[in-house]
């Protein structure tokens, strides 16, 4: 079982920032790509940025510049810094990662899991 676990939302007034975390744990023999998602009310979900295990990013057009995608690798954590937020940054922010799961007793498989999501409300 992979289990990732949220932090750091919040509500911060337009132009401040914020710093959300996402920790995986469980039976992770590789992670490959961690990434952040969002989804505003009555839109899709849509990718913000991700983070390759060789240090690839990506990042959506309406956040570059501001936010920073970046992995703690020890920690299997990944970190999106977001600076001058902006009232349509408002959304649920999910992690997402994949990689493959198991021992050499149990057997190993890909997964891929989500969190559980982290509200970022940005309003003065």
């Known amino acids: 079982q992979v289990q990732l676990v949220e932090s750091g939302g919040g509500l911060v007034q337009p132009g401040g920032s914020l710093r959300l975390s996402c920790a995986a744990s469980g039976s992770i023999f590789r992670l490959n790509a961690m990434g952040w998602y969002r989804q505003a009310p009555g839109k899709q979900r849509e990718l913000v940025a991700s983070?390759?295990?060789?240090?690839?990013?990506n990042y959506a057009d309406s956040v570059k510049g501001r936010f920073t995608i970046s992995r703690d690798n020890a920690k299997n954590t990944v970190y999106l810094q977001m600076n001058s937020l902006k009232p349509e940054d408002t959304a649920v922010y999910y992690c997402n990662a994949n990689g493959v799961t198991g021992t050499a007793l149990t057997g190993y498989r890909y997964f891929e899991h989500w969190g559980q999501g982290t509200l970022v409300t940005v309003s003065s």
């Open positions: 983070l390759t295990n060789d240090g690839s990013t």
